[in-house]
């Protein structure tokens, strides 16, 4: 289930298929971040950096070089990494790194460098190529770097003049954002990425279950996020794919509550937006059930309107249909619920077009899901939304909050909130839901939770 060296090796040659001619492409890994005095925040390495080398160690720099035109022998490889060297003491604090001989060994680099002689070889290695491919503005200290790098080429070369008499285009004439070419690769999942997302979505969707049949009025919300945490971990996952949020009663209504520190109180609902990450790769699930197992009914009334909008949110997640299918198939079902429960009034059409539900469904269908949670890939071309396609995996999750004040609404529906959440993988023929194991029906949920 781990993604094989070459699958990273496959990847690394379209980027390179992609390149201009004679052209270079820096990826900076992630950087260790100091939280206070001698510790640290857990790191997790560059996403787009992970996607090109598996490699999990931090501050390596990935180097991909197209072409030898005027190259210095000792440049004209494909694939160049530099990371840390070995180092016994270092180690025997931080852990084993792969050093230049595992760089080329076990991640297949070309050639590999110690960090430390960055200095010495990248102003060599962008000599003579025309175009420069690389993150900009991401982490300011790298920009700095690449800038003094750039520099000293550009001295090398005015030197190199003086010394010769010849003039040349020595070095990059223009900078290209790498995004566009490694997001576009990272939207189409290939058949171990989805083998990975399947088991993180398993993992997570059994970690629901579960919570379904621990969750009791009196708990905190903070024992059911540890309750979650504990689970996907006992199951193989690193940690959290993103903060994990448990809202009881009308906390579902703040999108992104994250302090889940209230006790879950009988007759309220609870809302859990929770998803592992497995690795490297995100799932993402929300479910939301009552904190006794019984949906009141005004609660079931909206539960089922969501549900049933996410149904048809799912169904319309299909190839060939564009990414603004989902939310139509969405929005009609919430509009003509809405007007049922007399919630909103005046015709379909209007609603719509007003967009009246957005004061109840405020959010859009979902996002892409990958490596990380909102997964890069680009949601429009050329102005229109994209048609989906065999290998997307997005998210689908609809929701409903009603505000706990919001006195022009009948009373029986101020404080809840519902949202459900599903990870789909875009298959040849329609769709496979990877976290279907999470029940979602309300005969399955009271069913699990009393029996
Ligand atoms: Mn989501």
């Known amino acids: 289930m781990n993604i094989t060296m070459d699958e990273f090796k496959a990847r690394r040659d379209k980027v390179l298929e992609k390149l201009a001619p004679n052209s270079i492409a820096i990826l900076p890994a992630a950087s260790i971040k100091q939280r206070n005095s001698d510790t640290e925040y857990p790191f997790r390495q560059n996403s787009d950096f992970y996607y090109l080398t598996g490699f999990n160690e931090a501050d390596a720099v990935l180097v991909l070089s197209k072409g030898a035109q005027g190259q210095a022998q000792e440049y004209v490889h494909g694939f160049t990494l530099f990371c840390l060297p070995k180092d016994e003491t270092a180690e025997l604090w931080t852990g084993k790194r792969a050093g230049m001989d595992g760089a080329k060994r076990l991640y297949g680099a070309d050639a590999a460098y110690p960090l430390a002689e960055i200095d010495r070889h990248l102003p060599a290695m962008l000599q003579n190529k025309t175009k420069l491919y690389y993150h900009f503005a991401e982490e300011q200290e790298f920009d700095k770097r690449l800038n003094a790098?750039?520099?000293?080429?550009?001295?090398?070369?005015?030197?190199?003049?003086?010394?010769?008499?010849q003039k040349s285009n020595s070095f990059?004439?223009?900078?290209?954002?790498?995004?566009?070419?490694?997001?576009?690769?990272?939207?189409?999942?290939?058949?171990?990425?989805?083998?990975?997302?399947?088991?993180g979505a398993k993992i997570s969707a059994d970690a629901h279950t579960k919570l379904m049949r621990t969750v009791k009025p009196g708990l905190n919300e903070r024992q059911v996020e540890a309750e979650f945490i504990y689970q996907i971990m006992q199951q193989g996952c690193k940690t959290v794919a993103y903060t994990t949020i448990v809202g009881g009663g009308a906390n579902a209504c703040t999108l992104h509550y994250t302090a889940n520190d209230a006790v879950l109180q009988a007759g309220d609902l609870v809302l859990i937006d929770a998803g592992g990450e497995y690795n490297n790769y995100a799932a993402d699930i929300t479910r939301t059930f009552p904190i006794n197992g019984k949906f009141t009914v005004a609660q079931a009334a909206i539960y089922n309107l969501v549900l049933a909008a996410q149904q048809q949110g799912i169904k319309a997640a299909q190839p060939g249909q564009r990414w603004s299918a989902i939310q139509e198939a969405i929005v009609e079902v919430i509009v003509a619920g809405l007007r049922e429960l007399n919630i909103l009034q005046g015709t379909q059409q209007q609603l719509i077009k007003k967009q009246a539900y957005r004061r109840f469904y405020m959010h859009s269908s979902g996002h892409w899901l990958g490596l990380d949670t909102h997964d890069v890939?680009?949601?429009?071309?050329?102005?229109?939304?994209?048609?989906?396609?065999?290998?997307?995996?997005?998210?689908?999750?609809p929701g409903l909050y009603f505000a706990a004040d919001d006195a022009t609404i009948d009373a029986k529906w101020r404080g809840i909130g519902v949202r459900i959440e599903d990870d789909v993988l875009i298959t040849a023929t329609g769709n496979e839901v990877l976290t279907a194991a999470a029940p979602k029906t309300i005969a399955e949920i009271e069913a699990l939770m009393i029996g």
């Open 172 to 199: 990059p004439e223009a900078m290209v954002d790498i995004s566009a070419i490694v997001h576009e690769l990272r939207l189409y999942k290939s058949a171990l990425e989805v083998e990975t997302m399947r088991r």
């Open 149 to 165: 790098w750039l520099k000293q080429a550009k001295q090398k070369a005015l030197a190199s003049g003086r010394a010769t008499g």
């Open 377 to 397: 890939g680009k949601y429009r071309l050329q102005g229109d939304y994209r048609v989906l396609e065999l290998g997307m995996v997005l998210t689908v999750e």
